[in-house]
């Protein structure tokens, strides 16, 4: 099953029959099988699935993060598929931001610094006015002198999105960025990230086990056993509950 | 939990093989000593066998005066030929043989410059023909006046062959002789022990080389059948009387192989010295990789605890491992030191002109020193960390790691007191407090210091890492290498300092010797006025020296105003040995080194006459008009009357004797020559005119004054530089300890190289990172070495004020070197790390658990 939002010219991150194998012969796990996807221009898209399921496999590698075994990938215009190192860190670096589960921060650079990392390894100045907006969209305005061991879980989850939105990706894949948080702590991030796609027109794809933080999204694709089984749009905890549950069973099966 | 300690060895090779590595290299020295000491040992003891197989009994005149100060250097004392006579009527001896063997016998090689053996004897003696030991290749026996019979090895060594017509320097200056054969030794040897020979017709030896005629060196006996050799010995010793040393061959030849020896034990302590430095620094390296694995380890170690394992156990497991690695570590240093012993022992064979080698032995000593020194070590650079480990709560495995620095107060006072102490003991030591054991007191103050500076490294890293990071700051992956570099400060103190043993080392010496040679050139320019100095570079135990001729034919020269020949030995003044010199015209000495009377005359020098500096009067309580008895090397006990008595300076001091007395000297030529212009003359115009009159004196080469000091003092530069070379080693092992901090730093960090990586930094810009971390730690190493070292050697430089050297130098450009060279050091050093670090997978790094 394909994704059904349609070929459109502002996707801005795009599976094409996207297979990924790993290991061989007996031991041979097919993680993906012939993905298919894409992830409009604005709008806060996320991938759900039991574990197992392919789904951070999916994001890594639409992220460029992990190699495809068949299919292509692309991040707006640039096709993603066959880069080589250079190419793909320069991908990382102009296009992509990431939010991680945790360590998600240089120990050794205040919070500032952190969230300006990414510009310049890259060599660019920020744009100060968004870097104001940022800033105090993720209220830490007084934390930004502070290293991160001296920041809370949800502070610095909150560095993290900050560092992503900075650069102004063409998308933004967090992966779990709420599953070692408290529920007040994750939903002042997942608030912050609906709030970037709505305000600011940011395009972020998320994964996650969690309905709660699905619910935040504009769309949640479903994975079961490395293919797309479902999605919807406008989702709420209690429809991904559904969805979920239903998922659980043909799994199984298939499995 | 010996199963859990071997398993978490097994996973950790790498790094356990990098910090071995720096014990392999430590007990690779102290084995390697023994090995050589040993192997070297027996090979001369065999070659003093064979030398001394044909002797009985050896009969030579005591000594007119106990040199013994060098080893083999007794000189060889005449006695009339008569003496061959009564040993020949004493009852049981089957042959006696007059022989004449004294040290000194130098051959001119077809270059024109005079062979040398660098140490073993150049023997010149009479022929006596061919024996089981000796046996001639080629030619004939000495038959003529001029004619010479010498060793293959000195034949080849010389590039001379048989019918060459050569020049032998003796006791007397240049003769030309007719080379009509050439001998080797049994067992196919070209040379024993690499001691060059020559060998005249008995009368011309006689002459040559002992100065007088019918007379002998020594007197070779064989017993009759059924007499022993002791019996023979007791016999000859009661026939030839008190005058005499009557000694069997064997008595002889463990006699010269213990001279040998104790050469050989000063050279075991050297390289013993370089094992500790070595291992000072191993032990740093082993102690900075046990914190690290024990840090990193902390989940697995608390894990442990809680299910039940105890703080003994955990202390355990941890020695445990260093034990592994200490033992697996002595046993490939001692196979290396074995390795390196035996070529050391054979290249100092082949160097000794073919010392046949007996076979490599590997004494108790090495193996027991091998495994000691390892094992201890080891286990003792381990024991912190295991305490450190014991320490970790249970609970650290359920919380996430992120162990809080702990404060540096107790680390920084530790080191404050070290270095007290270090810094006292060097005090009493340089001070000259501490008697006997002065050079123990120097050395335990030095290794105080050092581990003090080391305690107190990571309070000044974190400032000086500062300020050297700034030269980065404008690049990012500086920036963060910088960072990192700053991120532990007991890590990048401990590797950092042992590069900083080995430069402070390099720094210390250079500053001691650079000192020394610039207070030596300064003494020499105040000091010698003459224009022009006939000297030449000692390369063995005899000084070398010219024709006296020469100094006539030079006075002669035109513009040439005053002409000094020194003459040197050592002698009994008074009962007393001492240096005592001779000089052929005091006049122009006093001149030439600005001497001044404090009474009496010292411008003259009559027979029977000496001149004395005013401290070796005032310590033997002389003055003018006393009568001192000196006996010399040669001839009897002769009183001298004081003369005159001349302000000591520090150059010039002790006894003058006139040129009379050199005859008696050992060497009875002069050792260096003082020429002095007219005004006006050009040195530059006299200098090939003199120059032109050393043909003959091959030893020996004039230099203007300049050039002179320069030369003398250059004699330090290659002591420097073989110093240099030995500690580069030690410099070496501090390299390893970077790598190894490096590698596992980055092992680490994998996660933190994977977000980097993640937010775009590139591969080339990651290795530029871990680059500017180990320069920053090797140059801030090496910044502490430098200080250190100027430090230790102005130190040392202060306390030898009262032996004249009075400079301090600090070697600026050398030092500028040494941190150039530490970051290069570093940039070799971060190679494969970084490498690995740009390496690494992305994705495999952020899932890294």
């Known amino acids: 099953m394909t994704a ?130 940022v800033i105090d969209t993720v209220g830490l305005r007084d934390r930004l002198g502070h290293r991160p061991a001296q920041l809370s879980g949800g502070q610095q989850q909150r560095v993290a999105c900050a560092r992503a939105l900075v650069a102004r990706p063409e998308v933004i894949f967090a992966d779990e960025p709420t599953g070692n948080l408290d529920s007040r702590s994750g939903a002042e991030v997942l608030n912050f990230l609906r709030d970037s796609v709505r305000q600011h027109g940011q395009t972020i794809v998320m994964v996650t086990h969690d309905p709660t933080a699905a619910a935040y999204a504009d769309r949640v694709v479903f994975l079961a056993d490395g293919q797309i089984v479902s999605e919807l749009i406008e989702p709420t905890a209690d429809t991904v509950l559904d969805t979920m549950k239903k998922l659980d069973t043909p799994a199984e099966v298939a499995g | 939990m010996f199963r859990a300690t071997v398993k978490s060895l097994l996973a950790r090779k790498v790094r356990l093989i990098l ?33 001394y197989a044909e002797v009985d009994v050896n009969v030579a005149a005591k000594p007119k005066l106990e040199l013994g100060e060098l080893e083999g250097e007794q000189l060889a004392t005449p006695f009339p030929a008569s003496t061959v006579e009564t040993v020949r009527a004493v009852d049981g001896v089957a042959e006696a043989t007059g022989v004449v063997a004294a040290d000194g016998a130098r051959l001119i090689g077809s270059n024109g410059k005079v062979v040398t053996s660098f140490g073993p004897p150049q023997l010149g003696g009479n022929w006596t023909g061919e024996s089981d030991l000796v046996r001639l290749r080629e030619g004939r026996a000495p038959q003529a006046d001029d004619e010479i019979v010498i060793n293959k090895g000195l034949a080849d060594a010389g590039r001379v062959a048989l019918g060459d017509r050569v020049g032998v320097l003796t006791l007397q200056p240049r003769k030309d002789f007719t080379i009509v054969g050439i001998f080797g030794y049994s067992g196919d040897r070209d040379s024993l022990g690499g001691a060059n020979e020559v060998m005249f017709t008995t009368p011309v030896a006689q002459q040559l080389m002992l100065g007088e005629s019918d007379v002998f060196s020594n007197v070779v006996a064989t017993a009759a059948d059924g007499v022993s050799d002791e019996q023979l010995r ?155 480990a014991a320490r970790i709560p249970p609970i650290a495995a359920m919380q996430d790691v992120a162990t809080p620095d702990r404060p540096l107060t107790k680390v920084t006072v530790g080191g404050a007191l070290v270095t007290a102490i270090g810094a006292t003991l060097l005090f009493l030591g340089l001070g000259g ?141 008074g009962g007393e040995r001492t240096w005592v010199g001779a000089s052929s015209e005091p006049s122009a000495l006093v001149e030439m080194f600005g001497l001044t009377a404090t009474a009496g005359d010292i411008g003259r020098l009559g027979p029977g006459q000496m001149l004395i ?47 009379e007395a050199a005859r008696d000297f050992a060497i009875p030529q002069p050792i260096q020559g003082y020429i002095q212009l007219e005004s006006g003359v050009r040195a530059a115009d006299v200098l090939p005119r003199v120059e032109a009159l050393l043909t003959d004196s091959p030893e020996v080469s ?63 810009q990651t290795m530029g990172m871990i680059t500017v971390e180990a320069v920053v730690i090797s140059v801030f190493g090496a910044l502490l070495g430098v200080v250190v070292g100027a430090g230790l050697g102005a130190a040392v430089v202060e306390a030898l004020r009262d032996e004249g050297i009075t400079r301090l130098v600090l070697p600026w450009g050398q030092m500028g070197v040494f941190l150039g060279l530490a970051a290069i050091i570093g940039v070799i050093a971060a190679a494969l790390p970084a490498i690995r670090a740009a390496r690494i997978n992305v994705l495999g790094a952020i899932a890294h658990d």
């Open chain 1, 4 to 133: 059904t939002t349609g070929q459109s010219a502002s996707a801005a991150a795009r599976a094409s029959d996207v297979w990924k194998v790993y290991g061989s012969g007996e031991a041979q796990v097919i993680a993906l099988r012939g993905v298919s996807a894409e992830f409009e221009r604005g709008r806060f898209t996320a991938i759900m699935g039991p574990s197992g399921s392919g789904k951070s496999t999916l994001m890594h590698c639409l992220a460029g993060l992990d190699s495809v075994t068949r299919g292509t990938v692309a991040i707006g215009e640039t096709t993603v598929t066959g880069l080589g190192d250079a190419g793909l860190t320069k991908l990382r670096r102009d296009k992509v931001g990431f939010i991680f589960q945790q360590f998600n921060l240089l120990p050794t650079l205040t919070a500032k610094e952190n969230i300006l990392l990414p510009l310049s390894i890259a060599g660019r100045k920020p744009d100060p006015a968004w870097f104001d907006v």
């Open chain 2, 19 to 51: 910090s071995g590595l720096a014990v392999v290299l430590g007990v690779m020295f102290v084995s390697g000593a023994f090995v050589l000491t040993d192997t070297l040992g027996r090979s001369f003891d065999s070659l003093f066998a064979d030398a």
């Open chain 2, 234 to 388: 007791d016999a000859v010793a009661a026939a030839v009387g008190d005058g005499y040393v009557v000694k069997t061959g064997e008595q002889l030849s463990a006699d010269a192989a213990a001279g040998l020896k104790e050469g050989l034990s000063f050279f075991n302590r050297i390289l013993l010295g370089f094992a500790a430095v070595a291992l000072l620094v191993g032990t740093f390296l082993i102690l900075n990789t046990f914190s690290i694995i024990v840090a990193q380890r902390t989940r697995e170690l608390a894990l442990l605890r809680a299910v039940g394992a105890s703080g003994k156990q955990i202390i355990g497991s941890v020695v445990l491992e260093a034990i592994a690695v200490g033992l697996i570590a002595s046993v490939f240093g001692l196979a290396a030191g074995i390795g390196i012993g035996a070529l050391l022992a054979y290249l100092f064979g082949n160097l000794a002109g073919g010392l046949a080698l007996a076979g490599v032995g590997v004494p108790a000593s090495a193996v027991i020193g091998a495994f000691g020194v390892g094992l201890v070590i080891t286990v003792l650079a381990a024991l912190l960390p295991a305490l450190r």
């Open chain 2, 433 to 573: 407090h501490a008697g006997d054991s002065t050079l123990a007191t120097i050395l335990g103050g030095v290794l105080f210091t050092f581990i003090g500076v080391a305690l107190l490294t990571p309070l000044i890293s974190r400032p000086v890492v500062a300020a050297l990071g700034t030269v980065f700051s404008g690049w990012v992956p500086g920036k963060l290498g910088r960072l990192n570099s700053g991120r532990n400060p007991r890590r990048t103190a401990i590797t950092a300092a042992a590069l900083m043993v080995g430069i402070a080392l390099v720094t210390g010496i250079t500053v001691i010797l650079d000192s020394a040679k610039s207070s030596i050139s300064g003494l020499a320019q105040d000091s010698i006025s003459a224009e022009l100095v006939i000297a030449g570079a000692q390369s063995g135990p005899r000084p070398p020296t010219f024709d006296p001729a020469v100094l006539d034919e030079a006075k002669a020269i035109p513009g040439v105003r005053l002409v000094d020949g020194e003459y040197g030995d050592m002698a009994l003044v």
């Open chain 2, 613 to 659: 500096s005013s401290d070796a009067a005032e310590s033997r309580g002389l003055s003018v008009g006393s009568t001192v008895p000196v006996q010399l090397a040669r001839g009897d006990e002769r009183s001298y009357t004081v003369t005159g008595i001349y302000q000591s300076t520090p150059l010039f001091g002790g006894v003058t004797l006139p040129a």
């Open chain 2, 702 to 764: 004039v230099a203007d004054r300049d050039a002179f000091i320069e030369q003398q003092a250059g004699q330090l530069d290659g002591l420097l530089q073989m110093i240099q070379i030995l500690l580069a080693l030690a410099i070496v092992i501090a390299v390893l300890g970077i790598v190894n901090t490096l590698a596992l730093s980055v092992l680490e960090r994998t996660r933190e190289l994977g977000l980097l990586r993640a937010i775009g930094l590139r591969r080339s």
